[in-house]
């Protein structure tokens, strides 16, 4: 659990580090399950430092990383963050970073949605070697929204707004969160966050929670960003595919009681009607009145989706 002082840190700030989180030992069987899963994804399409690759652990090439959903260390902390009121978005994942640095961005598409991500790396990584940066306090209002209109003002064409307007992800003032593969960064899914200095095979892992949306925006708001989670098919990603492998965190073969629910949330979150819908101007939403529209069909959500550019990025 977080002190208060780490708390207090968290919630004005947007994130906080939790050194040591893992032992020596954990971080053994870490990289040793990462191995496995690099594997079951090579057989499809080997990694070649071309290409970023992401993988998805299951219950028999990581059951270490599988079980962190549910790990105290996790779980507890994410409800003290959020009064109990979350639910894990998926298993845990990692993704084989090729890029140098990452644009500035946050998690999610309307700032209705909550939530924090645990992220950590399996080499270590400093300011200038792609740790993660962020900008302290802007998962909050007034300026969570003032760097979207940046960027919707920009239309997300060609260089980065945010980059092109402030001279470049080095230059913007902004906390580096350098960590050893012990380390834990826990952020505010809202959070502005880049990195910078980074090397081909950077090796990010993460642990998701959402906040139980309470109120029609913060249910549209969710709603729409696990539907833009969900992926249409895998067939970028065959090595995560749940039919070739049914083991996976969603099948629940150890009937978790408290995974159930959250899948069962996740459901019930996807099917909800709330008497507004998101408009999308790129990489964000805005959640507009229109009951008629509350209920979309398949197709508006597939063709809404389909005009969105991957945003989780880091």
């Given at each position: 659990?977080?002190?208060?002082?780490?708390?207090?840190?968290?919630?004005?700030?947007?994130?906080?580090?939790?050194?040591?989180?893992?032992?020596?030992?954990?971080?053994?069987?870490?990289?040793?399950?990462?191995?496995?899963?690099?594997?079951?994804?090579?057989?499809?399409v080997p990694f070649d430092g071309t290409q970023r690759q992401s993988v998805y652990f299951n219950g028999q090439d990581g059951p270490f990383f599988v079980s962190l959903t549910?790990?105290?260390?996790?779980?507890?902390?994410?409800?003290?963050?959020?009064?109990?009121?979350?639910?894990?978005?998926?298993?845990?994942?990692?993704?084989?970073?090729?890029?140098?640095?990452?644009?500035?961005?946050?998690?999610?598409?309307?700032?209705?949605?909550?939530?924090?991500?645990?992220?950590?790396?399996?080499?270590?990584?400093?300011?200038?070697h792609g740790a993660l940066r962020v900008l302290p306090g802007s998962h909050r209002n007034p300026w969570h929204d003032e760097l979207r209109e940046i960027r919707i003002k920009?239309?997300?064409?060609?260089?980065?707004?945010?980059?092109?307007?402030?001279?470049?992800?080095?230059?913007?003032?902004?906390?580096?969160?350098?960590?050893?593969?012990?380390?834990?960064?826990?952020?505010?899914?809202?959070?502005?966050?880049?990195?910078?200095?980074?090397?081909?095979?950077?090796?990010?892992?993460?642990?998701?929670?959402?906040?139980?949306?309470?109120?029609?925006?913060?249910?549209?708001?969710?709603?729409?960003?696990?539907?833009?989670?969900?992926?249409?098919?895998?067939?970028?990603?065959?090595?995560?595919?749940?039919?070739?492998?049914?083991?996976?965190?969603?099948?629940?073969?150890?009937?978790?009681?408290?995974?159930?629910?959250?899948?069962?949330?996740?459901?019930?979150?996807?099917?909800?009607?709330?008497?507004?819908?998101?408009?999308?101007?790129?990489?964000?939403?805005?959640?507009?009145?229109?009951?008629?529209?509350?209920?979309?069909?398949?197709?508006?959500?597939?063709?809404?989706?389909?005009?969105?550019?991957?945003?989780?990025e880091r």
């Open positions: 659990m977080l002190t208060q002082e780490q708390l207090n840190h968290y919630q004005t700030f947007g994130f906080v580090i939790l050194r040591n989180l893992f032992t020596p030992e954990e971080i053994e069987t870490l990289q040793a399950e990462f191995d496995r899963a690099a594997e079951r994804a090579a057989k499809f549910e790990d105290p260390r996790f779980v507890d902390v994410a409800e003290q963050m959020y009064d109990d009121e979350v639910f894990a978005t998926g298993p845990a994942s990692c993704t084989r970073f090729i890029n140098p640095g990452t644009k500035w961005h946050p998690d999610t598409i309307n700032c209705n949605q909550s939530g924090v991500g645990f992220v950590f790396f399996l080499q270590p990584v400093r300011a200038d920009q239309k997300l064409g060609g260089e980065h707004p945010i980059r092109k307007a402030l001279g470049g992800i080095e230059n913007v003032p902004s906390f580096a969160c350098g960590a050893d593969p012990c380390d834990v960064v826990a952020f505010e899914v809202r959070l502005w966050h880049a990195s910078w200095g980074g090397f081909k095979d950077r090796r990010l892992c993460r642990v998701s929670f959402y906040n139980g949306p309470k109120t029609p925006e913060e249910m549209e708001a969710t709603r729409w960003q696990l539907l833009g989670n969900q992926p249409k098919n895998y067939t970028g990603t065959p090595w995560d595919d749940p039919a070739l492998f049914p083991d996976g965190w969603r099948a629940n073969p150890g009937g978790h009681p408290k995974r159930q629910r959250w899948i069962d949330q996740m459901r019930d979150i996807r099917e909800a009607t709330t008497g507004l819908r998101m408009e999308m101007t790129g990489m964000d939403g805005t959640l507009v009145p229109e009951a008629g529209q509350a209920t979309y069909s398949r197709n508006q959500i597939e063709e809404a989706l389909a005009d969105l550019p991957v945003y989780g």
